[in-house]
């Protein structure tokens, strides 16, 4: 047998090994998850830190998932449910100067831990708002793009949310939900897709992850 072979062969054992560990990880990470927290209502503002594992760039790398959000410098973008900001500071420095970034989540701690990341960031073009998803506490047409990571299933009334999604967003504007098998309160991808559709949002991308999905509509209204 040749080397080249040999190699081979052994770079497919190791891709086996390393799937074989991954699933087993991934295992392991939902059965604790669904021990520790059970099903409903948002993460514990306690144990925020473990949503700042680095190891969750694994799953979720900040800066492509920001590409397929579709964030871009200059825009204004809402995030639901940002707990602690493991998203937030990169989408601030996306959206650079010229641009807002706006969190909502319902938890006061949760924003108060994300304040404090700011200010350590020296990041100043963005507003915390304490508030809930079904009355977004936001003027009408006023985001260019919104997106909710783990979040949509932990919000009781969902048709609620995403009416109140449609009114604060321009039209046109990019609305993206990612969901994680992982998570307590997954969603599936066409129980998402059916209410986003019920109120509007045309789907314009689908994009598969590590253990998840991430779909993207494009808000109604536009010309």
């Known amino acids: 047998m040749s080397g080249i072979a040999i190699g081979l062969r052994v770079l ?4 086996l090994v390393w799937a074989a560990v991954s699933a087993l990880l991934a295992l392991f990470a939902w059965l604790w998850v669904r021990e520790r927290y059970g099903r409903g209502g948002p993460f ?26 579709r964030v871009r410098e200059g825009h204004t973008v809402l995030e639901l449910g940002p707990g602690p900001g493991y998203f937030t500071l990169g989408a601030s420095r996306a959206v650079g100067r010229a641009g807002r970034v706006i969190c909502v989540d319902v938890q006061p701690a949760m924003l108060s831990i994300l304040r ?20 977004l506490p936001l003027a009408d047409g006023c985001v260019d793009e919104a997106f909710l990571v783990t979040v949509l299933g932990e919000i009781p009334d969902r048709p609620r949310a995403l009416a109140e999604l449609r009114r604060v967003m321009k039209p046109g504007g990019v609305l993206s939900v990612m969901e994680t098998f992982t998570d307590c309160d997954y969603q599936l991808e066409d129980s998402v897709r059916d209410l986003c559709r019920a109120f509007g949002f045309e789907a314009i991308d689908h994009e598969r992850r590590r253990l998840g999905y991430t779909l993207c509509f494009s808000a109604p209204g536009a010309a």
Request: glycine share 4%; no cysteine.
């Open 12 to 15: 497919g054992a190791i891709a």
């Open 44 to 69: 514990p503002a306690k144990d925020a830190f473990s949503l700042l594992n680095p190891l969750r760039s694994w799953l979720q790398s900040v800066d492509s998932s920001l590409r397929t959000f």
């Open 116 to 135: 404090q990341r700011l200010q350590d960031a020296q990041i100043a073009n963005t507003r915390l708002v304490a508030g809930d998803a079904v009355r």
